[in-house]
């Protein structure tokens, strides 16, 4: 099977983005997994050469000839950002713009089928906005640029334990009135088709309770009894593996033992904190529910250890390898969906 044709964008510059791109390049294994396409301005990727001491070999390329020639990288430059208007371990709006550019240009290579999936390395939210970022976060800007009108949210995976989640980036307080049984049947959808996508014929899922103790009979509210219960048998008479509401507290326990894939959560940080907690180095984010695999490590762009050259690449690599299986296994399971 022929490798999978990706785009690697740096993030936000000031950040430890460019110093991951160095460090995963730098390991000749990468080009062996991927045709790589790097999209960026060539003083961002020096910068992260500078700071971590990795360097890798680029070659400038035309991405509508056939750019996987190029190798061992092909690199498409552009022209974001001044390196004087890096602030390395600083929030500035050039950085955001920068980042804001790159992504679009990859999109754009999406669209037209240059390239299969895309890996990016951390984005700063703040810089983004300062950019113009009109969308909540990254996701969001995505799928609208890429036309996409269904049901979207971010997947995490750590280890082969997935989460996806009924709620995201939402107040804590508004989570209770935001849970719905459509909002979770969307998410047991989402991470059951992206699985299949990933390899796993049939996906085995559980899912979160809201409350303590799974609401203790009604005890401590009703949401699992009125919503989450009614979602879980309606995907469940759909013939999904699927079962719940577990207890968040030990559902974590049962995918740490491999009796299942996937936990679908309730809210952000149910799920956030359990799989940081058993590996935040590495932790992947998948943009669940776009039309091409999109991946990104799990972290942020650390800009208490920014130009150390310092940053720990494992998650990079996992967002790497991640990217490379789904972007394989979309080509096989191409029109394969459980909606």
């Given at each position: 099977?022929?490798k999978p044709k990706l785009a690697l964008i740096p993030g936000d510059p000031s950040g430890i983005g460019p110093e991951l791109v160095a460090k995963l390049l730098s390991n000749p294994e990468s080009a062996e997994k991927a045709d790589i396409l790097v999209i960026g301005d060539s003083h961002v990727f020096e910068l992260g050469e500078e700071q971590s001491g990795a360097a890798f070999a680029k070659v400038a390329c035309d991405p509508t000839s056939d750019w996987t020639r190029a190798g061992p990288y092909a690199w498409y430059e552009t022209d974001t950002i001044d390196r004087d208007d890096i602030a390395v371990a600083r929030v500035r709006r050039a950085?955001?713009?920068?980042?804001?550019?790159?992504?679009?240009?990859?999109?754009?290579?999406?669209?037209?089928?240059?390239?299969?999936?895309?890996?990016?390395?951390?984005?700063?939210?703040?810089?983004?906005?300062?950019?113009?970022?009109?969308?909540?976060?990254?996701?969001?800007?995505?799928?609208?640029?890429?036309?996409?009108?269904?049901?979207?949210?971010?997947?995490?995976?750590?280890?082969?334990?997935?989460?996806?989640?009924?709620?995201?980036?939402?107040?804590?307080?508004?989570?209770?009135?935001?849970?719905?049984?459509?909002?979770?049947?969307?998410?047991?959808?989402?991470?059951?088709?992206?699985?299949?996508?990933?390899?796993?014929?049939?996906?085995?899922?559980?899912?979160?309770?809201?409350?303590?103790?799974?609401?203790?009979?009604?005890?401590?509210?009703?949401?699992?009894?009125?919503?989450?219960?009614?979602?879980?048998?309606?995907?469940?008479?759909?013939?999904?593996?699927?079962?719940?509401?577990?207890?968040?507290?030990?559902?974590?326990?049962?995918?740490?033992?491999?009796?299942?894939?996937?936990?679908?959560?309730?809210?952000?940080?149910?799920?956030?904190?359990?799989?940081?907690?058993?590996?935040?180095?590495?932790?992947?984010?998948?943009?669940?529910?776009?039309?091409?695999?999109?991946?990104?490590?799990?972290?942020?762009?650390?800009?208490?250890?920014?130009?150390?050259?310092?940053?720990?690449?494992?998650?990079?690599?996992?967002?790497?390898?991640?990217?490379?299986?789904?972007?394989?296994?979309?080509?096989?399971?191409?029109?394969?969906?459980?909606?």
């Amino acid at each position: 099977m022929r490798k999978p044709k990706l785009a690697l964008i740096p993030g936000d510059p000031s950040g430890i983005g460019p110093e991951l791109v160095a460090k995963l390049l730098s390991n000749p294994e990468s080009a062996e997994k991927a045709d790589i396409l790097v999209i960026g301005d060539s003083h961002v990727f020096e910068l992260g050469e500078e700071q971590s001491g990795a360097a890798f070999a680029k070659v400038a390329c035309d991405p509508t000839s056939d750019w996987t020639r190029a190798g061992p990288y092909a690199w498409y430059e552009t022209d974001t950002i001044d390196r004087d208007d890096i602030a390395v371990a600083r929030v500035r709006r050039a950085s955001g713009a920068c980042a804001l550019n790159c992504l679009s240009t990859a999109l754009d290579f999406l669209k037209d089928g240059i390239v299969e999936g895309l890996l990016f390395a951390p984005f700063n939210k703040e810089a983004l906005h300062l950019a113009g970022l009109g969308h909540n976060d990254e996701l969001h800007f995505i799928a609208d640029y890429l036309g996409v009108e269904n049901y979207i949210s971010e997947v995490n995976a750590m280890d082969g334990i997935w989460t996806s989640r009924a709620t995201s980036h939402i107040a804590l307080r508004d989570v209770a009135d935001t849970v719905s049984e459509d909002r979770i049947c969307e998410a047991v959808l989402l991470i059951h088709d992206l699985l299949r996508r990933s390899g796993i014929k049939r996906p085995r899922i559980s899912v979160a309770a809201l409350n303590p103790h799974a609401g203790d009979g009604g005890n401590f509210g009703r949401e699992e009894i009125e919503v989450i219960r009614p979602a879980v048998e309606k995907m469940a008479a759909r013939q999904l593996a699927v079962d719940g509401p577990w207890p968040s507290d030990t559902v974590f326990l049962k995918a740490k033992a491999g009796e299942i894939d996937a936990v679908v959560t309730m809210y952000h940080d149910q799920g956030q904190i359990a799989l940081k907690l058993m590996g935040f180095d590495r932790g992947v984010s998948v943009l669940g529910g776009l039309p091409v695999p999109v991946a990104t490590p799990a972290h942020g762009t650390a800009f208490d250890i920014a130009g150390k050259g310092v940053a720990d690449v494992k998650a990079m690599c996992a967002a790497f390898g991640t990217v490379c299986e789904m972007a394989g296994n979309w080509r096989k399971a191409d029109g394969v969906t459980t909606r």
